[in-house]
């Protein structure tokens, strides 16, 4: 995955130092900084909001592309999302696509957990099905910690569009996020080879399985969740008070208001636990 000479042809990929460095900074790295408004779903993984705020922008959370784009800069998807697992459909990508291209602005989809569809299969924005015949104002976020259960090798991917790759490239190389050879290597290893990623996968739903059973047969109900590495659970009721039962058997969620005032009556239960903590939480949930 190493970036071709930089004299050379213009990348269309980069190696990133995990997916979060990426998050955080592209405001910044596009030079959106000071004003602006930064589009976020309404329930988000906070980085979204933290990197546009780290570069002096507003944030707005929509699901929907807005009528009136005019101080609009960047828009996040998320897809599969972190915490609710929602899948975008290929129309909602697609009407996405159009109002950036629409309005010159970058649209970019972190889709970290792109391997890990259950009952439907996730689609990049970069799919010809979506973008068409180029990646015009289109990125994608991709990282090997989900995938590869690879999280402290700090290694992820961003692809798409050529000048904005280079863009970002330009301004990364200069602040010393360069990934190392080593890392490259891995994730050049761990790309080519879908066995380890098949078999984790097939690892993640063994355990949401029985997890998903026992919380509904516990009295609450999953919203989403078609996808990725989380339960979205309810009780219809407030997302603390949920967290106090959890915490009542002995089980650690996160409350759904991290993600979002949309996410107040949520909480989000990981299947990243090993599989004898997810039995024990099985069996509290039973007791």
């Not at 807005?66 to 828009?75: G, I, R």
């Not at 879908?194 to 029985?210: K, L, S, T």
């Not at 996160?254 to 599989?275: E, I, K, N, Q």
Request: aromatic content about 6%; proline content about 6%.
């Amino acid at each position: 995955m190493r970036l071709a000479d930089p004299l050379g042809a213009v990348p269309s990929v980069i190696p990133t130092v995990g997916s979060k460095e990426l998050v955080a900074l592209l405001p910044t790295l596009l030079g959106l900084r000071g004003a602006g408004t930064v589009l976020i779903p309404e329930v988000a993984y906070p980085t979204y909001e933290v990197g546009a705020v780290l570069a002096g922008l507003t944030v707005r959370r929509t699901d929907t592309p807005p009528d009136d784009a005019a101080s609009v800069v960047l828009v996040w998807l998320n897809s599969p999302g972190n915490p609710h697992g929602r899948v975008l459909t290929d129309d909602e990508l697609r009407a996405w696509v159009a109002f950036g291209r629409a309005h010159g602005v970058p649209v970019v989809a972190d889709e970290c957990y792109a391997t890990l569809g259950w009952d439907v299969e996730p689609r990049s924005v970069l799919h010809p099905e979506v973008a068409g015949d180029d990646h015009a104002g289109l990125l994608a976020v991709h990282s090997l910690s989900k995938q590869s259960t690879a999280a402290g090798y700090r290694a992820g991917l961003l692809s798409g569009d050529p000048a904005l790759v280079r863009q970002v490239w330009e301004v990364r190389r200069h602040l010393g996020l360069l990934v190392p050879t080593p890392v490259q290597a891995a994730m050049a290893a761990g790309l080519a080879d879908d066995g380890h990623v098949d078999e984790q996968r097939e690892r993640y739903r063994a355990r949401r399985d029985r997890l998903a059973a026992a919380v509904r047969a516990a009295g609450a109900r999953i919203d989403h969740s078609e996808a990725g590495l989380y339960l979205w659970v309810t009780r219809d009721e407030d997302c603390w008070t949920t967290i106090d039962w959890l915490a009542g058997l002995g089980v650690v969620a996160a409350p759904g208001s991290f993600y979002g005032p949309a996410g107040a009556r949520h909480v989000r239960m990981a299947l990243t636990a090993t599989d004898e903590r997810i039995d024990a939480a099985v069996e509290r949930l039973a007791g």
